[in-house]
């Protein structure tokens, strides 16, 4: 059994910064892409940054410059950083990985809980 379980989340005001983080845990045999995504009240779910194994990251064109898509392949966690928060952005964020188990020969896309991000003053 393998999880994510992300933790960071919390109240801020607008201009402030979060730092969210992610650990993937159980039988990992690798991680390809881990992912941010976010999705606010009555929105869709979307993609806010990717991180490939290699460290080749991609981001929403609304956070770029602010945000920043980070990883540990020692410790299996992925972590982003969020600056200059807009109260728009408040959303639960979602971490996302493909991950192989050990015996396994394919990736299974998992996804954590959420976190909330609340940006208001």
């Known amino acids: 059994q393998v999880q994510l379980v992300e933790s960071g989340g919390g109240l801020v005001q607008p201009g402030g910064s979060l730092r969210l983080s992610c650990v993937a845990s159980g039988s990992i045999a690798s991680i390809a892409a881990m992912r941010w995504y976010r999705q606010a009240p009555g929105k869709q779910r979307e993609l806010v940054a990717v991180?490939?194994?290699?460290?080749?990251?991609n981001y929403l064109d609304s956070v770029k410059g602010r945000f920043t898509i980070s990883r540990d392949n020692a410790k299996n966690t992925v972590s982003l950083q969020m600056n200059s928060l807009k109260p728009d952005e408040t959303a639960v964020y979602y971490c996302n990985a493909d991950i192989r188990t050990t015996g396994g020969w394919r990736y299974s896309n998992i996804w954590g809980q959420g976190t909330q991000v609340t940006v208001s003053s």
């Open positions: 991180i490939g194994s290699g460290g080749d990251t």
